[in-house]
């Protein structure tokens, strides 16, 4: 994907007189880009460690409305990768 200067500039504005990431998350959510696609956007443009940009993605007001989904999703792929295919979970 390649990413738009202005939309560079315009995020690390927003973190600059914010001091906060949700402005920005919300500029990328307004632009379309996904939750994944706005992880990789906060390191790679911004320097966010990707452990805090996945943490502070997810629990983002911006995408607060897919949280529950998303957290259902982990949850089962979870309990599938534990399941030892008898259907108990060990």
Same mark, same amino acid.
């Given at each position: 994907?390649?990413?738009?200067?202005?939309?560079?500039?315009?995020? &690390? +504005? /927003?973190? !600059?007189?914010?001091?906060?990431?949700?402005? /920005?998350?919300?500029? @990328? #959510? #307004? =632009? +379309?880009?996904?939750? *994944? %696609?706005?992880?990789?956007? @906060?390191? %790679? =443009?911004?320097? *966010?460690?990707?452990?805090? !940009?996945?943490?502070?993605? =997810? !629990?983002? @007001?911006?995408?607060?409305? *897919?949280?529950? #989904?998303?957290?259902?999703?982990?949850?089962?792929?979870?309990?599938?990768? &534990?399941?030892?295919? #008898?259907? %108990? *979970? %060990?």
């Amino acid at each position: 994907m390649e990413t738009p200067s202005s939309l560079i500039d315009q995020c &690390r +504005q /927003a973190v !600059a007189s914010t001091g906060d990431l949700e402005p /920005a998350i919300e500029l @990328l #959510r #307004r =632009h +379309q880009l996904s939750k *994944v %696609e706005s992880i990789r956007f @906060l390191r %790679e =443009h911004l320097g *966010v460690p990707l452990g805090d !940009a996945k943490q502070v993605v =997810h !629990a983002s @007001l911006t995408w607060r409305d *897919v949280m529950e #989904r998303d957290e259902g999703f982990w949850g089962d792929l979870e309990r599938v990768l &534990r399941d030892d295919g #008898r259907g %108990e *979970v %060990e």
